[in-house]
């Protein structure tokens, strides 16, 4: 099955840095990567995802890459806020494949830290 | 439009003791999921369930744990006989026809002792 692997686990900022955090998958059959943010005791919300038909996505100070060659992709976070502080999980989806059609595969989360 | 729906929102269970977690999908939405999510950890799929079927339930354990979702009323997550291994946030997500859409409830949070 999908393998999905995120880095880092931590990852702390200064307010109006910028942040990456990379995720790599194993199916080559993937072509949906969604990112979802995760504040303390709340549930994930989906932020901005990504189809493999494109390359880049951007969403006002959220962008994601994708390298399909590479089997990677990245969420970029520009001019950051302590509000962007949460744990942050990339995933991935078969869109095409009848039998995980549905399921998404996570990677294990980055805890954000965005000090003011 | 109210959001996915789920309750208990804690739900404290003794060892050997049955535990049901229910969810209610977004209004429109005919598919539900079930994920586990462990300590420190990202989520683990279950399982995938429409009206009164179950399309995918390979990720879930083949004894102790059932899912259903009936023609009326939310979908249920029965574990029974919890032991402290099933400590855990379960979360509930739903879509529409673009399944890969996935909107997640607030969790329910399992304590065994």
């Known amino acids: 099955g999908e393998n999905v692997e995120q880095h880092p686990s931590t990852l702390s900022v200064q307010e109006g840095d910028s942040a990456v955090i990379k995720c790599t998958y194993s199916?080559?059959?993937?072509?949906?990567f969604p990112w979802y943010k995760q504040e303390l005791g709340k549930r994930p919300q989906l932020i901005i995802d990504i189809r493999s038909n494109v390359g880049e996505k951007k969403d006002q100070r959220i962008a994601v890459t994708l390298n399909k060659t590479a089997k990677h992709f990245s969420l970029h976070i520009t001019e950051t806020q302590p509000e962007d502080s949460a744990v942050y999980f990339c995933?991935?989806?078969?869109?095409?494949?009848?039998?995980?059609?549905?399921?998404?595969?996570f990677g294990r989360g980055t805890q954000l830290t965005v000090w003011p | 439009n109210a959001g996915v729906m789920q309750n208990p929102r804690h739900l404290v269970r003794r060892r050997g003791q049955e535990a049901r977690l229910r969810c209610s999908p977004m209004k429109g939405h005919s598919h539900v999921y079930w994920y586990r999510q462990l300590p420190e950890e990202g989520l683990k799929f279950m399982v995938y369930?429409?009206?009164?079927?179950?399309?995918?339930e390979s990720g879930m354990p083949k004894e102790r744990f059932s899912a259903e979702f009936p023609k009326e009323g939310p979908s249920i997550l029965r574990i029974q006989q919890v032991v402290r291994g099933d400590s855990a946030a379960y979360f509930c997500?739903?879509?529409?026809?673009?399944?890969?859409?996935?909107?997640f409830g607030p969790g329910t949070r399992l304590t065994v002792t």
């Open positions: 995933a991935a989806s078969a869109l095409d494949r009848g039998s995980t059609l549905g399921r998404l595969y």
């Open positions: 997500a739903s879509s529409g026809d673009r399944v890969y859409e996935q909107y």
């Open positions: 369930l429409q009206k009164e079927n179950i399309i995918d």
């Open positions: 199916d080559s059959a993937s072509n949906y």
